[in-house]
């Protein structure tokens, strides 16, 4: 245990403010991720684990290892202990009744849609909206692409998979998982989502806060519950570029503890409960 100062957290770990501070500034800068000072005890309990992984003792020490360069892997370490993958299908199902009842009728007249979950996790968000897409547009006018980012290549990993635990697809609508969940051969407890469903999906590996290759425009853009982690600057700069890589009457799904702000907002109309469409019209989306 270490008692090495009244700015020192007692631990396992020497855990000093100048070691807080330098570490906010690292997450901030690479991750636009915010710690406030009254985060110290909940970043020292989450990352406590990596100092015992890497066999330091102390923050300081943990600074310097992240300060080398080929610790690449041990960074996102840091930002899957800042952040959580939470996620489930369907979640906040009031963005999927959008997609379908006002978004999608709009859509089926192009021939090309494009979306981006960015932030996806686990892939649940970007499957939800492959179920949505496939359930509500005509056949013949499906030129569907979904791009689904994160920052953390074990996550995505997850998703490519397609396999999540029965039990995490109870929100997944009855029809829909007749139609396009698998139980797993030979392991029941675990199901699949079908071929169909993974083809029209993208998983990449993105920083949100780093350039973006790719150069739209989408129809839609859902990062939900992802801004959250960020500090104001960084969330107000994604709204920006996000209202870059919207086309006009796109829409942008943010989580239900998250608000648009900053010089992005003239950009955008209020469509809904966290759903800002880009441009004045048409106005509000109303379900058909
Ligand atoms: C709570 S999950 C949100 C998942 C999904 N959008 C939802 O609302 O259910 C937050 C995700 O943001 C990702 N994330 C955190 N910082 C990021 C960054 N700088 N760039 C891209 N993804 C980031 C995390 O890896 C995590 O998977």
């Known amino acids: 245990m270490s008692l090495a100062g009244a700015d020192t957290l007692p631990g396992e770990f020497t855990f ?73 299908f369907f979640r906040e199902k009031h963005h999927f009744e959008t997609l379908r009842t006002a978004l999608i009728p709009e859509l089926a007249a192009q021939k090309r849609i494009r979306i981006w979950s960015a932030g996806c996790s686990s892939g649940q968000e970007a499957f939800s909206i492959a179920m949505t897409l496939l359930d509500g547009v005509p056949p013949g006018a499906r030129d569907l692409r979904i791009l689904a980012t994160d920052i953390d290549p074990a996550i ?25 969940l698998r139980p797993l051969p030979g392991q029941p407890e675990m199901v699949e989502v079908s071929a169909e469903l993974k083809a029209l999906i993208s998983f990449a590996e993105l920083n949100l806060i780093c350039d973006w290759p790719f150069k739209g425009p989408f129809d839609a853009i859902f990062c939900r519950n992802v801004a959250i982690y960020f500090d104001q600057d960084t969330q107000q700069r994604l709204w920006t570029r996000f209202a870059e890589k919207l086309r006009a009457g796109g829409i942008l799904f943010i989580g239900h503890s998250e608000r648009l702000s900053g010089p992005a907002l003239p950009e955008f109309t209020t469509a809904g409960v966290t759903t800002y469409r880009k441009g004045a019209t048409p106005g509000p989306l109303r379900p058909t």
């Open 16 to 88: 000093t403010d100048a070691d807080f501070d330098a570490l906010a500034r690292l997450a901030r800068s690479e991750f636009g991720l915010s710690l406030a000072s009254s985060k110290k005890p909940l970043v020292y309990s989450r990352l406590a684990r990596r100092l015992r992984a890497r066999g330091l003792a102390s923050f300081a020490d943990y600074m310097s290892l992240l300060d080398q360069g080929d610790e690449a892997a041990e960074r996102l370490e840091l930002v899957s202990a800042l952040t959580t993958n939470v996620t489930s």
């Open 156 to 180: 995505l990993r997850k998703a490519r998979s397609g396999r999540y635990p029965a039990e995490d697809c109870e929100t997944v609508p009855a029809d829909f998982r007749s139609r396009w």
